[in-house]
């Protein structure tokens, strides 16, 4: 469905990213974990037309991508959450939520999105005309997932989504999380919490100083010596 290939990304002389592979089928959730500043978000940002690229391909569904702007990108169903959510926190849950499916694409089915949104997550429909810098951090996740839903992604791409997370809210977030991968959608889920992402996801890959150092089923990496001890601490 989605495949990098050789990818390199720079910020002026320092390259985040070197010769970076990765491939995400359909209905797969694959993690992307490593340290802060191995290039994570650097990954999803070019994906997502966010940064350019230097060298390497990426290619969804037989085209390449390279060069879209993001908008272009959205528009074929790649959607991501950003880090540290990005809400518009003086703007009611719904506004926020309907802020998703500005693209012409999805606009005509606002209505049953948001419908559709409610029922995944009633606590939101309870929360509607609440304003969104008022809700729970776990809430505001919810509604960062929610208005990425509102585009009818075909691939999400969740960039930290349990950061700053209590262990209960961010255990509820991972359930909603495992849920939609299992009603059917494709994720690529970026995280540092390594024990529980693994715990969800198939298929890893681990990043080092803007270099892919490890890839295998997630069953595999948590038994891994070098994961145990560069990110859990054992
Ligand atoms: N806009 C930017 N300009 C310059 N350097 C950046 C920029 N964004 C990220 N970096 C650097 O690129 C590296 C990778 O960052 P990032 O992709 O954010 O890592 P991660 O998401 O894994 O924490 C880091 O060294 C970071 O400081
Ligand atoms: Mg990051």
Same mark, same amino acid.
């Given at each position: ?8 990304v ?70 991501q ?10 703007m009611t ?6 802020m ?13 999105s948001l419908?559709? !949104? ?16 008022s ?41 909603i ?16 919490e ?6 969800i996801?198939?298929?890893?890959? !681990?990043?080092?100083?803007g270099?892919? !150092? ?9 038994e891994?010596?070098? !994961? ?7």
């Amino acid at each position: 469905m989605l495949s990098v290939e050789n990818l390199t990304v720079c910020y002026g002389q320092m390259k985040a990213l070197r010769d970076v592979s990765i491939e995400i089928s359909a209905g797969q959730m694959v993690a992307l974990i490593g340290a802060n500043g191995s290039g994570k978000t650097t990954l999803l940002n070019a994906i997502s037309g966010l940064v350019p690229i230097e060298e390497g391909k990426i290619t969804w569904e037989e085209q390449s991508l390279k060069g879209l702007p993001p908008d272009k990108v959205c528009s074929k169903g790649i959607i991501q959450v950003p880090e540290g959510r990005k809400l518009f926190p003086a703007m009611t849950v719904e506004e926020n939520l309907m802020m998703g499916a500005y693209h012409p694409n999805v606009r005509k089915q606002v209505q049953e999105s948001l419908q559709k !949104v409610f029922s995944t997550f009633p606590r939101l429909a309870d929360r509607r005309r609440q304003f969104a810098g008022s809700l729970s951090g776990g809430e505001q996740q919810m509604v960062a997932l929610g208005r990425a839903l509102m585009a009818k992604p075909r691939l999400l791409m969740l960039d930290e989504p349990s950061l700053g997370l209590s262990p209960k809210a961010a255990a509820e977030i991972f359930d909603i999380i495992r849920g939609l991968n299992k009603e059917g959608m494709t994720i690529l889920l970026v995280s540092q919490e390594v024990m529980q992402t693994l715990a969800i996801t198939t298929y890893g890959y !681990v990043l080092e100083n803007g270099d892919l !150092v490890l890839q295998d089923d997630c069953k595999c990496l948590q038994e891994d010596p070098k !994961v145990k001890t560069s990110y859990l601490g054992m």
